[in-house]
């Protein structure tokens, strides 16, 4: 589930993956799955905001040289 909010003039982006582990085991590893979970979500969140920034200024860029 994820929600986009604007919060001081921004967006941010709010993601919440509930998981459920049927297996013992995986119970047993989910604080370090959770964990590398999460790392991964944010470098790919960065990621994406960086292409989002880069795309906005390059269109602004564009429009300015168009004027």
């Keep these: 589930l994820y929600t986009l909010e604007e919060v001081n003039g921004e967006t941010m982006l709010r993601l919440v993956i509930d ?3 049927k297996i013992w ?3 047993l590893m989910s604080p370090l799955v ?3 979970s999460q790392k ?3 470098e790919h969140i960065s990621q994406l905001k960086k292409a989002v920034e880069a795309s906005a200024v390059a269109r ?3 429009s300015a040289v168009a004027r």
């Design 40 to 42: 991964t979500w944010e």
């Design 34 to 36: 959770a964990r590398d």
């Design 25 to 27: 085991f995986a119970k």
């Design 19 to 21: 998981t459920e582990y």
């Design 60 to 62: 602004s860029s564009s």
